[in-house]
């Protein structure tokens, strides 16, 4: 237990370093910093004990030595040439790189001016709170009542970590994002990442959505195969709000990701994922989806492609308040795992208290259907480009539901040339 204790002094000891060399910030940003940091003491980082991380070992995190990010340049156009174009912020190192462009009437975006909403609405755990203790630039996406962004221009935020390692050190950088959808509101929001070399992204994402909005939320995460990307999304959503939030998981050496929301009366909310690990990368995905009121709608639908000696956690909670009656809720998570050497543990569950719902979930873990493979190899389609067609057909699933134009045709191409390329290995 003494040993215990130690290793997590000095964990503890290492980010408190790190907190007091930050500059001083504004009364309200410094009192969330500073209660944030305290509470992130009292939790620790999670360890395998903890069943909520029970597959997912983030010792290589506690363990390192950190230091912030510096200020720095980046080619947006050369590291994410994807981007799905609209209004579009760019982050470097967490903070703003350029001016904010032309904004459409009754839309604000940019940096957080003042609390506002912020840090209402996330869950406390050991990495929000980190996140929080070192609250810097806050990208701010507001639409006021009404008021509508479609997905043919969308606001794009593309984060880049482009930090030279300091010696004995590594860069950390804590995104942090908040967007607030007026009643009756729609708007479309893209978060992307990327970087080069080893770092640890440590985002957060609140979201408030008013009575009648609609918000479209799209996450692509590219990071370094050498970066560590633990990131937290949740949403509060009002009365009759429309909510769909799709996470692509395609980089990162560790990578978890935490989505949740909390429906209301009458609220639809669709969570989709789509993960695929190589070599060494391990992705873990955690949701919940919280019907606190009658008459919600949910369906989530993650679906997951390893290879290599790759690693996979999917747990997926419904949960169904008392009074949430007439609620209709479907959960499905797809596995295709390509190698021997992979691992994929996935949970998901239901926990009801009403008794007038319809609930549904599952599960599954396969490799490629040797008939369709047969079938294909039998029409004159060699073996690999056969395993190449079947496993994009997999992923397309998610892609397609992508309402933006030029991000699904973007990821389209972005996932051919990435199993065109595993075929030929």
Known sequence: ???VSEKIGEQIGNWLELFTAQPPAEPWRQELREAAFERFCALGFPTTHNEEWRFTNVAEIARDKWSLAPQAAADVDTLAPWTAGGIRLVFVNGRL???VPSLPKGVEAGLLAEPSELN?????????ALNTAFLDQVAWVKVARGMAVDSATPIHL???AA???PAGKLPYIAPRMLIQAGADAHVTVIESFVGAGTYFTNAVTEIVAGQGAVVDHYKVQRESLDAYHVAALEARLGRDANFRTHSISLGGKLVRNDAGAVLSEGTEAVLNGLYIVNGSQHVDNHTVIDHAKPHGTSHELYKGILDGESAAVFNGKIIVRQDAQKTDSKQTNKNLVLSDNSVVNTKPELQIWADDVRCTHGATIGQLDAEA???????GIGRSEARRLLTYAFAQDIVDRIKVESLRDSLEKLLFEKFHERSEH
Request: charged share 20%.
């Open 1 to 3: 237990m003494t040993v």
């Open 120 to 128: 209402r609405i996330v869950p406390e755990t050991a990495f929000t």
């Open 373 to 379: 493979l047969f079938y294909m190899q039998s029409r």
């Open 163 to 165: 930090a030279d390692e």
């Open 97 to 99: 790189a350029g001016p």
């Open 158 to 160: 593309v984060y880049i």
